[in-house]
C-alpha cells in the first residue's frame, strides 16, 4: 500500500512555505520609515533562525521517511521538493526585507522578483554581477547563504543517498533472505 504515515509529511511542510512566502508578499517590515529598524532587524533574525530550525527538523523527519520508504528513490526527490523551495525563500524574503530597510544594503533596490532572482543565483553559484550585496551585514547574510548552500548540496543529499541505500538494502534482505544471510557469512569469512 505504499507509506501511508510518509505521505502526511511533505503536506505538513506546506504551510510552513506558505508562510514563508507571505513574509516575501506582504513585505512586512520592509519600510524604511519603520522607527524600530533595530528591534525589526533582531525579530527578522529570529524569525530566521526559527525558520531555518523547522527546516532541519523537517528535513530529519523525511530522512527518516525515506529510510522506511518501499520507494526511497521517489521519497528522496519529494523530501528535496518540499525542502528546497522554502529554504529559497527565506533568503528572498531576507533580502527583500534588508533592501527595504536600507539602500545601502545592495548596489540597487530590489523587488520581489529581484530578491528572488539574486537568492537563486547566489544557490546556483552563478554570480552574474548584477545584483551584488554592499554593506557588511547583506554580505554576511550572503555569505551565511553560500555557507548553507554548501551545507545542503552536500551533507543533505549525500544523507538522502545514504538513506536511499540503508532503505534500498533493508528491501533487498526482505526479498530475499537467503542473500542477506549469504553476505553475513562472506563478511564473517574477511
Not at 500500500?1 to 512566502?21: E, F, K, N, Q
Not at 522506511?68 to 533568503?91: K, Q, W, Y
Not at 547574510?141 to 541505500?165: E, K, S, W, Y
Amino acid at each position: 500500500m505504499g507509506d501511508p504515515a510518509g505521505r502526511r509529511l511533505p503536506r505538513s511542510a506546506v504551510p510552513y512555505s506558505v508562510h514563508t512566502s507571505d513574509h516575501l508578499e506582504t513585505g512586512r517590515g520592509s519600510s524604511a520609515d519603520d522607527p524600530c529598524v533595530g528591534s525589526a532587524q533582531l525579530g527578522d533574525l529570529l524569525l530566521g533562525v526559527g525558520q531555518l530550525s523547522i527546516l532541519v527538523a523537517v528535513s530529519a523527519l523525511h530522512l527518516r521517511a525515506v529510510i522506511r520508504s518501499s520507494h526511497p528513490r521517489l521519497r528522496t526527490i519529494e523530501a528535496l521538493a518540499t525542502i528546497l523551495p522554502p529554504f529559497l525563500v527565506l533568503f528572498a524574503t531576507a533580502y527583500y526585507r534588508m533592501a527595504g530597510a536600507s539602500a545601502a544594503n545592495f548596489n540597487q533596490s530590489l523587488t520581489r522578483t529581484d530578491a528572488i532572482y539574486f537568492t537563486v543565483t547566489v544557490f546556483a553559484t552563478v554570480g552574474f554581477g548584477d545584483i551584488t550585496a554592499v554593506s557588511q551585514t547583506a554580505r554576511i547574510v550572503v555569505t551565511v547563504q553560500m555557507l548553507l548552500d554548501l551545507l545542503a548540496l552536500g551533507l543533505v543529499v549525500r544523507a538522502f543517498l545514504g538513506a536511499v541505500q540503508v532503505a534500498k538494502r533493508r528491501a533487498s534482505s526482505v526479498e530475499d533472505p537467503t542473500a542477506s544471510s549469504e553476505r553475513t557469512r562472506q563478511e564473517g569469512d574477511d
